[in-house]
């Protein structure tokens, strides 16, 4: 839904660097996930935000991989000393909680 | 644990009906979403169940059975742009209302 703003949609990372991907929710929406999707795969659930808060981040590799939404601004999935392995599509829904998620139109990430 | 069941790919004909099943087993359930996905770009919401039965939406219909962990996507007179991928989703109730994806079925729609 062109409502949820990610940007950048291509972003190009040499291993060891860190990648830093933002999303913003459509007007009104309180909720920001942030999922995974490697080639010919899945969604892979990663965190589930709400402002300020952390609900759930139990897709999260416990290393490299952090995510906030702040009070003000959009919410960033931040990766620390990218790998190869980390090249993939991360995609962030948003919505109010107990509705449809919308989805921005993702980030292309590529570790060389 | 968490577990979304779909067939991988499925191929049909332009014009015909085609129906993609989805089998859940999720330690919460608040209600089952069906996503399109084309190649390299965003899903798209299609249609949500929270209650059994069938929910019409245009050429698309959903169907859910919750005593069976149970779901359909029923897509009618096929067009060529119906080619994509179709992911099924599971909201997970409680606290985190998180949406579990299955691995989708990638449908390829022949003239």
């Known amino acids: 839904n062109a409502g949820v703003m990610q940007n950048p949609r291509h972003l190009v990372r040499r291993r060891g660097q860190e990648a830093r991907l933002r999303c913003s929710p459509m007007?009104?929406?309180?909720?920001v996930y942030w999922y995974r999707q490697l080639p010919e795969e899945g969604l892979k659930f990663m965190v589930y935000l709400q402002k300020e808060n952390i609900i759930d981040e139990s897709g999260m590799p416990k290393e490299r991989f952090s995510a906030e939404f702040p009070k003000e601004g959009p919410s960033i999935l931040r990766i620390q000393q990218v790998v190869r392995g980390d090249s993939a599509a991360y995609f962030c829904?948003?919505?109010?909680?107990?509705?449809?998620?919308?989805f921005g139109q993702g980030t292309r990430l590529t570790v060389v | 644990g968490q577990n979304i069941d779909q067939p991988t790919e499925m191929t049909a004909t332009e014009g015909a009906i085609v129906q993609i099943n989805c089998t859940y087993q999720t330690s919460g359930f608040n209600g089952l979403f069906w996503y399109q996905q084309h190649a390299g770009e965003a899903p798209t919401f299609l249609s949500y169940n929270v209650l059994d039965g069938l929910e019409e939406k245009g050429r698309f219909s959903s169907f859910l059975s919750r005593s069976k962990g149970y779901s359909y996507l029923l897509l009618k007179e096929l067009q060529m742009k119906d080619s994509a991928s179709y992911l099924c989703?599971?909201?997970?109730?409680?606290?985190?209302?998180?949406?579990?994806f299955g691995t989708g079925t990638l449908l390829a729609v022949q003239p």
């Open positions: 007007k009104g929406h309180s909720h």
């Open positions: 829904a948003s919505g109010r909680g107990n509705t449809e998620a919308f």
């Open positions: 989703a599971v909201r997970d109730g409680g606290a985190t209302n998180k949406l579990i």
